[in-house]
C-alpha cells in the first residue's frame, strides 16, 4: 500500500499514525509545511519502516513562512524528497502570490542546484502557473501534482513535461476527477490520502484508507484490484530506483 502524500506530523497523535504504517509495511512520503516542522517529523520514521520525510513549505503560507527558506535550503541537502511545495491561486491566498512565486521559484532553483529531487506539488487553482515554473527549472526533478484539479489541456500539458500524478479515495469520487484520472499515464500515477486534511466515512482519512483509492482505480481501469496493486508498486520503485 502507498500513501505518497500524508501530514502525519499533523494527525492528533502522530507516533501511534506512524507506528500504524509501520506494522502495515504502508509507504508512506510524510510531507511538511514548514522546513521547521522538518527535524520534529523526520523523528517519525521508526527503524524498519517505510516512511520518508518530505521537506516542505506549503503555498499558503508561504507569506508567512518565507523567512524560513534558510533553513530549507540547510536541510534540502539531506532529504530526496520535497513536498509539499507548489502555488495556490484561490482568492485567500492569490493576494500573496508575489510571496508564493519567490518561495517556489527558490525551491525549484534549489532543488536544480542539487541534481533534482523528488517533489509532492500543491496545484489548487494554479496548475499553469505551477507548469510554467516547472518549464523554466526543468532539471529540478520529478513533479508529482498531488491531486490534480486543472483542466484537460493543463493535464496533456502537465503529461507532455513528465509530471507525475498522486491520487486519493476523496478526489477519485468527482466524475471530473475521475475522468481526468482515466486520462493519466498509468506508470506515473502513484496513491495518496492527504490526511488528515481530507475526509473518508466522516472522519479524518488515514494513510491505510489509500487502499480505498486502489478499489477505485481498479474500478476505473477495469482491472483487479491485485493488478493495480502490482502496477502502483512497479511505479514506486521505477520513481526511487535512483535514490
Not at 526533478?141 to 513535461?161: C, M, N, Q
Not at 466515512?201 to 494513510?207: E, L, T, V
Amino acid at each position: 500500500m502507498i500513501d505518497f502524500h500524508a501530514h502525519l506530523d499533523l494527525y492528533p497523535d502522530p507516533i501511534a499514525v506512524a507506528k500504524e504504517c509501520s506494522a502495515q509495511g504502508i509507504y508512506v512520503l510524510s510531507v511538511t509545511t514548514t522546513p521547521s516542522a522538518w527535524n520534529g517529523t523526520s523523528a517519525l520514521v521508526l527503524p524498519g519502516s517505510r516512511i520518508s520525510t518530505a521537506l516542505g513549505l506549503h503555498p499558503q503560507i508561504a507569506h508567512l513562512r518565507r523567512s524560513e527558506l534558510g533553513l530549507f535550503d540547510t536541510y534540502l541537502p539531506d532529504t530526496p524528497y520535497v513536498g509539499e511545495i507548489g502555488l495556490d491561486g484561490a482568492p485567500e491566498f492569490k493576494k500573496y502570490w508575489d510571496d508564493q512565486i519567490a518561495v517556489f521559484e527558490h525551491i525549484l532553483q534549489g532543488c536544480n542546484r542539487l541534481g533534482g529531487r523528488i517533489m509532492s506539488i500543491h496545484s489548487r487553482r494554479a496548475t499553469s502557473a505551477v507548469l510554467d515554473r516547472l518549464e523554466a527549472f526543468p532539471h529540478s526533478g520529478v513533479p508529482i501534482l498531488h491531486w490534480f484539479t486543472g483542466s484537460r489541456r493543463e493535464l496533456d500539458r502537465a503529461i507532455s513535461l513528465n509530471c507525475w500524478f498522486s491520487v486519493g479515495p476523496a478526489m477519485l469520487i468527482a466524475a471530473k476527477s475521475r475522468e481526468l484520472v482515466s486520462n493519466m499515464p498509468r506508470e506515473r500515477i502513484l496513491t495518496e490520502t492527504d490526511g488528515p486534511f481530507t475526509q473518508v466515512d466522516g472522519r479524518s482519512a488515514m494513510p491505510w484508507d489509500a487502499k480505498r483509492a486502489v478499489a477505485q482505480l481498479a474500478d476505473l481501469w477495469k482491472i483487479p484490484v491485485e493488478k493495480v496493486d502490482q502496477h502502483l508498486n512497479s511505479n514506486l520503485r521505477q520513481l526511487t530506483s535512483d535514490l
